[in-house]
């Protein structure tokens, strides 16, 4: 039985890989938490999977869990994840995602050298694309526009560096937008469909928006963890890999979307200046071609995780 260990198991993305694997059989999951962890997304399989509480950023805590454990794999996804945040709290996003991948490449290193390490990367490390780029390809120039991109710059960088130097089975990945079921409320899929819930029950009637021009591509988070699966096992070490639908939509045509297929009226629609960024990234649109070689393909469409999104909200 393989020991797959993945740091932010409660997190949206690790909780939907938690669930990919436990339904393939023959993996041990062990997932990292703080004692402040809430659990609710984990809460229908903790009964198979093994928790172990760790402070990623402490290096002798990650240190002997890893030592513990000597996993074949580790999916690292504990993060500070969310962009506005990280111009709020640069030097908290910064030392979480960098210090956090040089501890797990260390006790890699010193325990288990054979251990497949996934680095969760992200298309904001590409920042300011221009329009003869798109769409985006592995290989373009990286130019990340807030804290969070430049920290998951190096967190890249770091995973390529420690497989030339040391020669670390490590996996890069850069996932475009993934939504879907369990993603917070500050997140754009689900601050629309819960804002247009609470609409439905007449519990508001203003629904708040940010640049509604920004155009991104978008996966489903479920179509999202496959990759990382099938990556781990098929993906060639100190490679990066685009994760992604290869088709861009403006935030409007988004929310237009969620609008056509709920029952939400007399509302009006408010840019909240709050939402807005320092500085945002105009057009995220990727290729994964090279993913798509190793036999990737979207499964679940983008008017399917909306519909999903929304009956989520609407049961939550």
Same mark, same amino acid.
């Given at each position: ?147 969070? /991109? @430049? ?6 960088? =770091?995973? !390529?560096?420690?497989?030339? *130097? ?5 996996? #890069? ?72 639908? /290869? @088709? ?6 988004? =929310?237009? !979307?969620?609008?056509?297929? *709920? ?5 009006? #629609? ?47």
């Amino acid at each position: 039985m393989q020991k797959v260990l993945i740091t932010g198991i409660t997190g949206f993305v690790g909780s939907h890989l938690a669930d990919h694997l436990l339904s393939l059989g023959n993996v041990q999951i062990y997932g990292t938490i703080r004692h402040r962890s809430p659990l609710d997304n984990i809460v229908h399989i903790q009964d198979k999977i093994i928790l172990r509480d760790c402070n990623v950023v402490d290096t002798v805590s990650v240190m002997q869990l890893v030592k513990d454990i000597k996993p074949d794999y580790i999916f690292h996804l504990a993060a500070q994840s969310f962009v506005p945040t990280s111009w709020k709290a640069p030097q908290e996003t910064l030392q979480t995602n960098i210090i956090s991948t040089v501890n797990i490449l260390e006790a890699v290193r010193e325990y288990c050298k054979d251990c497949v390490i996934q680095i969760a990367g992200s298309s904001e490390e590409y920042g300011r694309v221009y329009e003869h780029e798109l769409p985006i390809y592995e290989d373009n120039r990286l130019r990340p526009l807030s804290p969070y /991109g @430049v920290s998951k710059v190096a967190q890249d960088m =770091l995973a !390529k560096q420690y497989n030339r *130097s040391y020669d670390l089975k490590t996996i #890069i990945t850069r996932a475009f937008n993934h939504e879907g079921l369990r993603r917070g409320d500050v997140f754009v899929t689900s601050a629309f469909a819960k804002q247009l819930v609470e609409i439905e029950r007449n519990k508001r009637s203003v629904l708040l928006v940010g640049n509604l021009d920004a155009i991104r591509d978008f996966t489903d988070v479920r179509d999202v963890v496959k990759a990382y699966w099938l990556l781990a096992n098929k993906g060639h070490y100190g490679e990066v890999y685009n994760i992604c639908s /290869g @088709v861009g939509i403006t935030m409007k045509e988004l =929310l237009d !979307k969620f609008i056509s297929i *709920s029952d939400a009226q007399n509302y009006v #629609i408010r840019v909240d200046e709050t939402k807005l960024r320092p500085s945002d990234v105009p057009v995220l649109v990727g290729n994964c071609d090279r993913l798509k070689a190793l036999g990737w393909e979207r499964e679940i469409s983008l008017d399917q995780m909306i519909k999903d999104i929304l009956e989520y909200w609407r049961n939550k």
